[in-house]
């Protein structure tokens, strides 16, 4: 059993110590963060995308998945039509804040020391997923991203590669996009009766296109554990050929399965 499991002010303690190290980061390193917001959606779009809110995840309460969508709404509205301007940096987690009770937040499905848990707010990560997946499909730089420790749940349902979510936790595990071009990004975000869907678009047009390759994926068993492993690719398609210009390793994942293999 882990410290922070045996005495759980531990936890809350260093919990308290990283967010106050990272207000304090942002106020020093003066981050120009995107905030603004507009209703009018930039003309060209880049990528566009959704998910589905309701998935079978193992033995996971349905009430969770409820709660998730509840959440996802709140979450939602507070960063639809941000926009993201030469230079500015968009944050997760300044633009919607702690999920906490007061503000509406419902408990929802979170995963913690390698194991789903419930706590409130939980269930976000799909905003977070949906967002970075997103950005990899346009010039934004991810300044900050964190992957999940470990694969929860079997691929039901799953659209993408696996390893390409980002993990999120107030405020200190944040996933971070910076805009180093002269173009403004717009994210638009919504939750439907099924999906959650979102939208970047951009001032003008840009010249490249980037498609995700998932390579060298596998299953491996090491010391009574499974393992999954993989690499996903970005390439760089010229918008105008369709033709390949470049391609770059993003990821390498590799980690503990916790579901059972056939």
Request: aromatic share 10%.
């Amino acid at each position: 059993m882990r410290l922070s499991e045996r005495y759980p002010f531990v936890y809350t303690a260093r919990v308290a110590q990283l967010r106050f190290q990272r207000a304090l980061s942002d106020v020093f390193r003066r981050t120009r963060f995107a905030i603004d917001r507009s209703p009018e959606e930039l003309p060209f779009l880049l990528m566009r995308h959704q998910s589905l809110l309701r998935r079978q995840l193992g033995s996971t309460d349905p009430q969770l998945q409820e709660n998730k969508i509840v959440n996802l709404r709140i979450a939602t509205n507070t960063m639809d039509g941000v926009l993201i301007r030469p230079g500015e940096t968009f944050s997760f987690w300044r633009l919607i804040g702690n999920t906490t009770a007061r503000k509406g937040y419902l408990p929802g499905l979170i995963l913690k020391y390698g194991e789903a848990g419930s706590g409130i707010g939980g269930g976000i990560c799909q905003l977070s997923n949906l967002l970075y997946w997103m950005a990899l499909h346009t010039p934004l730089a991810v300044a900050e991203r964190h992957h999940h420790s470990f694969d929860p749940f079997p691929d039901m349902l799953r659209v993408i590669p696996f390893g390409t979510g980002a993990c999120v936790f107030y405020n200190y595990v944040d996933l971070r996009l910076h805009n180093p071009t002269d173009l403004t990004f717009q994210i638009r975000v919504r939750v439907t009766a099924d999906h959650l869907k979102g939208t970047i678009s951009a001032s003008r047009e840009w010249p490249l296109l980037y498609h995700m390759e998932e390579r060298n994926h596998r299953f491996v068993a090491q010391a009574g554990r499974n393992y999954r492993e993989n690499e996903v690719w970005r390439i760089h398609l010229d918008r105008g050929t369709g033709q390949p210009v470049a391609e770059e390793l993003l990821m390498h994942n590799f980690c503990e399965v916790k579901y059972g293999l056939l």
